[in-house]
């Protein structure tokens, strides 16, 4: 659908981009729109492709086997409301790996809501600026499914941050299969970082909602069967985003940053508002525990987006990830409408360190490292059992220039030594979430960091997009080898490894 009009100037995109690009596979409604997040890097493309055999810089290690999916934001439609990157329709792109060659496949996740406004042809959701609408659907706005992204049961699972309904995507061609069901359960919402465990197979589980009980946890087998799923405490509506999983316990999240239900109800719209008076509080249950066995810790205000790894030491249980002590940034003078977006899109946030006693109920907490990072990942082999290396993207602040949420380099931590090592993408080189790949055939009693780092890049000099392997055990040596990708690859959310020889197709 071509726009009716075409904005002449864009001093927003100007000012935190730097400019209005100029592509032929994007959707040219854009071009009508002042928004940096629907320009430049951020912009959709409008083309799904299959190419194998893809140039390479350097050498793909023959131990290199599986495929690196990430997901993320790929507008279909011109928005009814104010653009906000979590309206975008999910897209997965895929890079697989087998034998020393390269192929990328990418493709929309074919949820419901984006095959109503295929068939209206246009967009119908009011966005996450609102006004939520629940007579368009039971969140008030379009699951988007544009947000996690992991392997379970034999299939991708596609998953939305505001807790919405998983689709089940097939790994090798990206064709979506449906709602992933699990057996067993009388509902379907789930929430974006549920976790798989590598070493059981078991689905661990989070939903939240905006009526009673406002977060259930469960557990399915590693066939998609339901285990249990149990009701958890909380005095009002929150917004979770992650949990701690260790060998034997759960860490749920409940933060003191949350909307105001009177407002939603009244006027439509979800303010949210950062509570510094309520400590975080983190419940810790037995993996099959439960709800009346939640024990309840609290620390520091703030807010967590992503954990890292969470362990048992004898009577203490460890959780790393990041920590932000500002969820909600001050808006900026001069931004205009989009002003409080762009505040809530710089993410500010550190490494930090909880660890809760289970036997006396003491709290340990502090920073690991003071840098602005986030995107943070670990060797999934070592999920749920102690590990030491964590890698972080880092994110620049608001007065480094980073006027939207962008990855400039990669961050490898030790979490035991506070040391950190770090890659620059260089100048006007936009990262994705990188993934720890493990060896082909390494186990967890294997060394943790001997596999490899790998991520998307996309050059806003020529906007060329690579796929990025590092040898994970030395980063600052720069990536050993460079996948040239056949388009541009946009800005997106959360990656993940998925293992297997089968994924690359048959010559």
């Known amino acids: 659908m071509q726009p009716l009009s075409r904005v002449t100037e864009y001093p927003s995109v100007e000012q935190c981009i730097g400019g209005v690009a100029e592509f032929e596979n994007t959707q040219p409604w854009i071009y009508a729109h002042d928004n940096p997040y629907l320009h430049g890097v951020y912009a959709p493309v409008n083309t799904e492709m299959d190419v194998g055999d893809l140039p390479v810089e350097g050498e793909l290690p ?8 990430r997901n993320g934001p790929n507008p279909r439609f011109e928005p009814k409301n104010r653009y906000h990157p979590f309206d975008g329709d999910g897209m997965i792109h895929g890079v697989y790996f087998h034998q020393g060659r390269a192929r990328y496949h990418n493709r929309y996740v074919d949820t419901l809501a984006r095959n109503s406004e295929l068939r209206d042809g246009r967009s119908i959701s009011p966005g996450v600026m609102g006004p939520f609408d629940y007579e368009l659907s039971p969140f008030g706005i379009k699951d988007t499914s544009n947000t996690d992204i992991f392997l379970y049961d034999g299939s991708l ?11 089940r995507v097939d790994a090798h061609d990206l064709g979506t299969r449906g709602y992933f069901e699990l057996q067993g359960r009388d509902k379907r919402r789930m929430s974006a970082h549920s976790k798989v465990d590598p070493h059981t197979g078991e689905l661990l589980f989070f939903d939240y909602g905006n009526e009673p009980p406002y977060m259930t946890y469960g557990v399915a087998d590693a066939r998609g069967r339901l285990l249990h799923e149990v009701a958890i405490d909380l005095p009002g509506p929150r917004l979770p985003h992650d949990i701690g999983v260790s060998r034997n316990y759960t860490v749920l999240h409940d933060l003191p940053f949350f909307h105001d239900m009177d407002v939603l109800r009244r006027h439509g719209y979800r303010v949210l508002t950062f509570h510094r ?3 975080i509080r983190f419940g810790v249950i037995p993996r099959h525990g439960a709800g009346s066995e939640v024990r309840w810790f609290e620390c520091e205000p703030g807010y967590i987006l992503h954990t890292s790894n969470c362990w048992e030491e004898g009577d203490w249980l460890i959780m790393d990830g990041c920590r932000s002590t500002n969820p909600m940034p001050a808006a900026q003078p001069g931004e205009g409408e989009l002003a409080s977006m762009l505040a809530y899109m710089r993410l500010e946030a550190n490494n930090y360190r909880w660890a809760f006693n289970l036997r006396t109920g003491e709290v340990r907490e502090g920073d690991l490292d003071d840098l602005n990072t986030e995107f943070n990942k670990t060797n999934p082999l070592y999920m749920g059992i102690k590990g030491r ?4 993207q880092h994110i620049p602040l608001h007065h480094e220039g980073g006027y939207t949420l962008r990855f400039t380099g990669l961050v490898k931590y030790d979490n035991d030594s506070g040391r950190r090592w770090q890659w620059d993408y260089g100048a006007g080189v936009f990262g994705s979430e990188a993934v720890y790949a493990p060896r082909r055939g390494a186990t967890a009693q294997d060394p943790e960091d001997d ?6 890049v996309t050059d806003s000099k020529n906007w060329q997009s690579h796929c990025l392997v590092f040898d994970a055990t030395d980063i600052e040596a720069g990536p050993i080898a460079r996948v040239r990708m056949p388009q541009r690859v946009p800005y997106g959310f959360h990656a993940t490894w998925a293992r297997g020889e089968d994924l690359y197709p048959a010559a």
């Open 277 to 279: 008076d309520l400590p």
């Open 62 to 69: 023959a131990d290199l086997c599986g495929a690196y999916f």
């Open 389 to 392: 290396y964590a890698y972080h």
């Open 451 to 456: 596999g490899y780092v790998i991520t998307l």
């Open 157 to 167: 699972m596609s998953l939305w941050y505001n807790a919405g309904h998983p689709y």
